[in-house]
């Protein structure tokens, strides 16, 4: 074994940093057996030195993580500050400055991952980002390495952990969303501010991220199709019971049938309880891959949490050392299929729309005719009286797989008609 270590800059030691910082003490022989050499924390770069960090010496902490990074003695980098800035430069000045990257940032990735892997590419340095797609589950490896040789079709996915606690409460107590996210929130796994969360800001990163590598395509934050879950309501949960089926937050990425182009999208569904992804409780997530010659994987697991998060970044550590010492780079950006990304319009679904509509003759009649104007093929229906509303019946509607434009015009058409009073919900079923 060589005996002159690898020497790593954290750059963060919050929540993910300070366990990365454990680990690697607490373990630092078994990862010097595994790599070939000991890895020495060399620096760790923070926002508030006066924090006391156990374990950390403190000679080691530094605001300047500029500096740090261009010591020019760094083997690898560790990024876990997240956001864009000063992350982005950071990373960038590590490969001018002669090191590998270990990132978490998923946000950073979904928005210039081309460019930071042009940059590593350009220095012979490696960029691995395994962390930054639901936490300690193995995703991107798989899809970038063990499925190399097959043809990934759909990805399928709980990406978020904080929207999957909410939507699990919701389901199994009868909640409203306020009530079941201020639970999350005094659990702590809901953020102060929880939009990132909510607003599926943080699901839709994560969906560029995994389609981007399962279609060795170039996908970005910005073509990802994203609806939060701040809508839903217990009485969608109501209808997805009636329906056999509970609401999640999932992240789509497809491959069109003709295999000519792809869409990704974040949005809340209803998805039937004997698939796999409904059994999925509180925060954990969970991944579905369909390929050609595997079939159906899943893949499953805590996807957010310091530790979690750690033992993914540990492992990209590992690897990248490993690459190192061997003077080899592990595989970079593959876009080569260059798929165009379709919107969401293109998009083929079924649908769940709930309608409160006059309760007369005709109405059931009328609604179907639009249904059927814009080439939307009905399934069921099902019509209720109301007891509490003057001649009002609401109306569900569940139809065949449609486009997401036809379902589009569909509701907007509806929405013209006199007799109906609301769209009350319209929810895309999916899973089946
Ligand atoms: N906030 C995320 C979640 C974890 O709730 O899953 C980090 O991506």
């Given at each position: 074994m060589r005996t002159r270590p690898l020497k790593v800059a954290l750059l963060g030691c919050g929540v993910v940093g300070s366990e990365v910082a454990r680990i690697m003490t607490t373990h630092a022989d078994d990862l010097a057996a595994r790599i070939g050499a000991p890895v020495e924390l060399a620096g760790v770069?923070?926002?508030?030195?006066?924090?006391?960090?156990?374990?950390?010496?403190?000679?080691?902490?530094?605001?300047?993580?500029?500096?740090?990074?261009?010591?020019?003695?760094?083997?690898v980098v560790v990024e876990v500050i997240g956001g864009i800035e000063p992350a982005r430069t950071l990373i960038t000045t590590a490969f001018e400055y002669g090191a590998s990257v270990v990132s978490a940032n998923k946000a950073l990735l979904a928005q210039d991952g081309a460019a930071l892997h042009a940059?590593?590419?350009?220095?012979?340095?490696?960029?691995?980002?395994?962390?930054?797609?639901a936490g300690a589950i193995p995703l991107i490896r798989p899809l970038r390495e063990s499925l190399a040789g097959d043809k990934v079709n759909r990805v399928l996915g709980i990406v978020n952990g904080t929207t999957n606690f909410i939507l699990d409460k919701m389901d199994s107590t009868g909640a409203g969303y306020q009530e079941a996210l201020d639970e999350a929130t005094?659990?702590?796994?809901?953020?102060?501010?929880?939009?990132?969360?909510?607003?599926?800001?943080?699901?839709?990163?994560?969906?560029?991220?995994?389609?981007?590598?399962?279609?060795?395509?170039?996908?970005?934050?910005?073509?990802?199709?994203?609806?939060?879950?701040?809508?839903?309501?217990?009485?969608?949960?109501?209808?997805a019971r009636e329906m056999g089926c509970t609401i999640k937050l999932l992240a789509i990425c497809e491959r069109a049938a003709d295999?000519?182009?792809?869409?990704?999208?974040?949005h809340p569904a209803m998805i039937p309880l004997s698939h796999p992804?409904?059994?999925?409780?509180?925060?954990?997530?969970?991944?579905?891959?369909?390929?050609?010659?595997?079939?159906?994987?899943?893949?499953y697991g805590p996807g957010a949490g310091g530790a979690p998060t750690a033992s993914a970044v540990?492992?990209?550590?590992?690897?990248?050392?490993?690459?190192?010492?061997?003077?080899?780079?592990g595989p970079g950006e593959s876009a080569y299929a260059a798929l165009p990304v379709s919107p969401m319009g293109d998009v083929v679904t079924r649908y769940h729309i709930s309608l409160d509509v006059a309760d007369k003759p005709g109405v059931l009649a009328q609604v179907a005719t639009v249904f059927a104007e814009h080439g939307v093929s009905i399934d069921t229906v099902r019509q209720q009286g109301r007891q509490d509303s003057d001649g009002e019946a609401?109306?569900?509607?569940?139809?065949?797989?449609?486009?997401?434009?036809?379902?589009?015009?569909?509701?907007?058409?509806?929405?013209?008609?006199?007799?109906?009073?609301?769209?009350?919900?319209?929810?895309?079923?999916e899973g089946e």
């Open positions: 770069a923070v926002r508030r030195p006066s924090r006391v960090r156990e374990g950390i010496d403190p000679a080691l902490v530094t605001t300047d993580a500029t500096a740090l990074v261009k010591r020019g003695d760094i083997d940059a590593a590419e350009e220095h012979g340095e490696d960029l691995y980002y395994e962390a930054s797609v005094a659990l702590g796994y809901a953020e102060a501010d929880p939009t990132a969360d909510v607003e599926a800001f943080d699901a839709a990163a994560k969906a560029a991220i995994l389609a981007g590598i399962a279609f060795h395509t170039r996908v970005r934050l910005d073509d990802v199709y994203r609806e939060g879950m701040t809508e839903v309501t217990a009485s969608d949960f109501a209808s295999g000519g182009s792809v869409t990704a999208r974040v992804l409904a059994s999925v409780r509180g925060a954990y997530n969970a991944v579905f891959v369909e390929s050609d010659a595997a079939g159906q994987l899943m893949f540990l492992g990209d550590l590992v690897a990248v050392c490993r690459n190192r010492l061997s003077g080899a780079t609401s109306l569900v509607v569940v139809t065949h797989r449609a486009s997401d434009a036809s379902l589009t015009g569909t509701v907007e058409a509806l929405r013209k008609l006199d007799t109906v009073r609301g769209v009350a919900s319209i929810m895309r079923v």
